[in-house]
Every structure is written in C-alpha cells, then in structure tokens.
C-alpha cells in the first residue's frame, strides 16, 4: 500500500562502521576496538554543532522530515484504532482519516485485481497514488498543526511496524551522517583517515598473528588426533587377536579334550603342560595391553598438557595485546595532549613574534630615520665648519692686508717727515 512517504536517500550504516569478521577466540581485540571506535565516534557526533545558517538549515529540515515519517508510520496504526481515537482527533482529521483508509483500500483492490500490460488499470493506479500522496500530505498537514496532538499520539501509538522503524533509523542514521560530513573539515577526515588506516593495519597484523597461532593449534591438535588413531587401531588389532587367540585356546581344548577322552592317560600331563604355557601367553599378552593402555594414557595425558601450554599462552598472548593497545591509547593521548599544549603554545610565540617584528620594524625605521637626520646634520655642520673656516680666513687676510696697509701708510708718513727735517 503506497503511504505517500517522501522520497529519501538511504545511507546503509555498514559505510560508517569497520566491520570485522570473527575467526576464534583472537578476534575479541579487533570487535573490541571496532566498538570502542563506535563509541568514540558517537562522542564525537554528541559534540558536534552547527556553526552555520546553512548547516542549521539543512539538520531542521532533516529532522522535521523525521517527525513527519514517524507520524506517517502511525497513520496506519491510528486508522486501525479510530474509535479510540476519534474524541482525542476531532471531526476534520478522522474525516481525513477516513478518506485516506478508502483510498488505501481502493489502492490495495487495484493492485491485487491488476494486470500487466494494461494501460487503462495503469494510468488509474497512478490518479489513485497522485490521491493517496494527496490524502497523506493533507492529514500530516492537520496533525502538525497540532503539536500536543503529535506528542500525544506518539505515547498512545507507540507500536510501530518493523520495515517503517527500520527505515526511520536508517534516515536518523542519514541525518547524523550527514551532521558529520558538514561540520567536518577535509584536514579532519584526512586525519581520520590516517588514524583508522593505523588501527586497521595493527589489528590486521595482530589477526594474522592470532590466525598463525591457531592454525599452529589445529596442527598440534590433528597430529594428536592421528597419533591417537593409530594407538586405537592397534588397540583394535591387539582386542582382536585376543579373540582369535582365545577362541583358538577354546578349539584346542576342545580337540585335547577329543583326544583326551581317547588318549587320557598317555597325553594327561602334555594336555596340562599345554593348558599351563597358554595361560602364561595369554596372561604375558594381557600385562602387555594393559602397559600398552598406560602408555597411551601417559602420552594422551601429555598432548593434553600441551594442548592446555597452548591455548594459555593464546590467552596471555591476547591479554599483552590488550594491555598493550591500552598503553598506545594511553600514550597516543598523552601526545596529542602534548602535541595540542605546543600547538598552543607555538600560536602564541607566533603572536608575540609577530608584534615583535612589527616593533622591530617600527624601531629599525625610526633609527634610519635618526640616522639619517644625523648624516643630514653632520653634512650641515660639515658645510658651515667649511663655510666658517673659509670665512674666518677670508677676514684674517682682510685684517691682515689692513694692517699691512695700514704700515704703510705710517711709514710713507715718517719718510716724508724725514726728509722735510734734512732740508
């Protein structure tokens, strides 16, 4: 019977676990691992939230698309019970739900009385499945208007088909997929990746460790089983002559005793000396069954020491691996602990290297600038000094050739003061 139900996309959740195949007593380790993968993962699946309108989006109208199958596969199971819920739905929804069971039922007559290859009976099929989509989207419609209606019916139908429960966790499965892909950067997954190819490849080599054991087990265990064959099969041999041995014994007596009734008196002492060696024989061939039996017993009960030696060397040998994954995951944690403190740590001397450049920079700048007005005023000085010193020298001569002039001018006075005097 068509429901209506929106068409979606199944997610098999096989893709999202690593399953492993038993092969004995040494794969507990690899399931053990695989649920604690599962575990971690659903962890980290709890953790997880939407960091973005899109992804916000997109979970809403998953989940709301949940909600409605979950009340599409109550449908049935309300219809089947509408007497008992006809107070609680109101006249518009058991109308509507009275509809949707004619057209159910009209569907499922169609189909049971269809043929293949008729046109006519096709295209009403397919008018009817427009109608029951119709019917369906029209009574979700009603409902969801009604949201303590929903919760109420939710506890009162709680039943639900098994092929409708499977598909709704098969969808739930899709939307938590689906969170995870979106709020999962590629170095993420790429991580991932690397850290479940790591645990494949450790618990691959450990199951074929655990298979060379066990198949070092199955061929102790065939070699005692052939050894113990054969001790039965002359066990059988050795049964099996006694009997003919005994029955021979038991033919002879009975021919002494022929002969005996006609030779009793010449062959009486060779008949009991006869009788007397044969008892010997056959008490010498029962001391040599029952060392045979303690023999086999003794080396019986050795194989099964060795056999015990083995399967507790096994279970040691599983125990260390145990105890050694639980060391690595210990370890592993302390250094991605580690790993993240230095990450931490390195993002900080990042930023404090950063300002530093930028102040060293700022600083670098500032003493070129300084250096640079230095060389500026140093070649200023340097030109004024010249400057000064050149002034200074141009007015040293002027004094000195005013002073020169000045002398002679003096004496050409005394000269001619000498010579007025003469005369």
């Known amino acids: 019977m068509a429901t209506g139900y929106p068409a979606v996309l199944q997610v098999p959740s096989q893709?999202?676990?690593?399953?492993?195949?038993?092969?004995?007593?040494?794969?507990a380790t690899p399931e053990k691992a695989t649920i604690t993968l599962g575990a971690m993962k659903m962890l980290d699946l709890?953790?997880?939230?939407?960091?973005?309108?899109e992804t916000e989006r997109?979970?809403?109208?998953?989940?709301?698309?949940?909600a409605k199958l979950e009340l599409s596969s109550l449908i049935p199971l309300i219809i089947d019970s509408l007497d008992r819920f006809a107070d609680m739905l109101g006249p518009e929804i058991t109308n509507s739900l009275i509809e949707h069971q004619k057209l159910s039922h009209e569907m499922g007559?169609?189909?049971?009385?269809?043929?293949?290859?008729?046109?006519?009976?096709?295209e009403?099929?397919?008018?009817?499945?427009?109608?029951?989509?119709?019917?369906?989207?029209?009574?979700?419609?009603?409902l969801l208007a009604n949201p303590s209606l929903c919760q109420a019916l939710k506890y009162e139908a709680w039943a639900r088909e098994s092929p409708a429960e499977a598909f709704i966790k098969a969808f739930g499965e899709?939307?938590?997929?689906?969170?995870?892909?979106?709020?999962?950067?590629?170095?993420?997954?790429?991580?991932?990746?690397?850290?479940?190819?790591?645990?494949?490849?450790?618990?691959?080599?450990?199951?074929?460790?655990?298979?060379?054991?066990?198949?070092?087990?199955?061929a102790a265990i065939w070699t005692q089983e052939e050894e113990v064959h054969k001790k039965d099969n002359v066990i059988k041999d050795l049964k099996t002559s006694m009997q003919d041995l005994?029955?021979?014994?038991?033919?002879?007596?009975?021919?002494?005793?022929?002969?005996?009734?006609?030779?009793q008196k010449e062959e009486l002492h060779a008949s009991q000396a006869r009788c007397a060696r044969l008892q010997q024989d056959v008490q010498q061939l029962r001391a040599q069954l029952d060392a045979l039996v303690l023999e086999h017993r003794a080396s019986e009960l050795a194989l099964r020491k060795r056999k015990c030696r083995v399967e507790m060397e096994i279970v040691n040998w599983i125990q260390k691996y145990d105890t050694d994954m639980g060391e690595k995951q210990a370890e592993y944690e302390e250094v991605h602990a580690a790993y993240a403190e230095e990450k931490a740590q390195l993002s900080l001397l990042m930023e404090k290297h950063t300002v530093l450049l930028q102040e060293y920079s700022?600083?670098?700048?500032?003493?070129?600038i300084c250096q640079n007005k230095k060389e500026q005023a140093l070649k200023e000085l340097t030109t004024m000094t010249l400057a000064a010193t050149r002034i200074q020298a141009f007015w040293r001569g002027y004094l000195v050739r005013s002073l020169f002039k000045s002398k002679k001018k003096k004496t050409k006075k005394g000269k001619g003061k000498s010579k007025k005097t003469k005369k």
């Open 15 to 27: 893709g999202l676990k690593q399953r492993n195949k038993p092969l004995g007593k040494g794969t």
């Open 46 to 53: 709890c953790r997880l939230k939407p960091d973005c309108i």
């Open 58 to 66: 997109i979970i809403t109208v998953l989940d709301e698309t949940i």
């Open 109 to 122: 007559h169609l189909l049971a009385s269809s043929e293949e290859g008729d046109p006519l009976r096709a």
């Open 124 to 142: 009403e099929q397919c008018l009817l499945e427009q109608r029951l989509k119709c019917s369906v989207r029209n009574v979700l419609r009603l």
């Open 174 to 218: 899709f939307r938590n997929f689906i969170l995870e892909r979106l709020l999962t950067s590629p170095v993420e997954e790429e991580e991932k990746i690397q850290f479940m190819e790591g645990i494949s490849l450790q618990i691959k080599k450990n199951t074929e460790a655990i298979t060379a054991l066990q198949a070092e087990l199955a």
């Open 246 to 263: 005994t029955k021979d014994c038991k033919d002879g007596i009975q021919q002494i005793k022929q002969e005996g009734e006609k030779q």
């Open 362 to 368: 700022q600083i670098d700048e500032e003493r070129r």
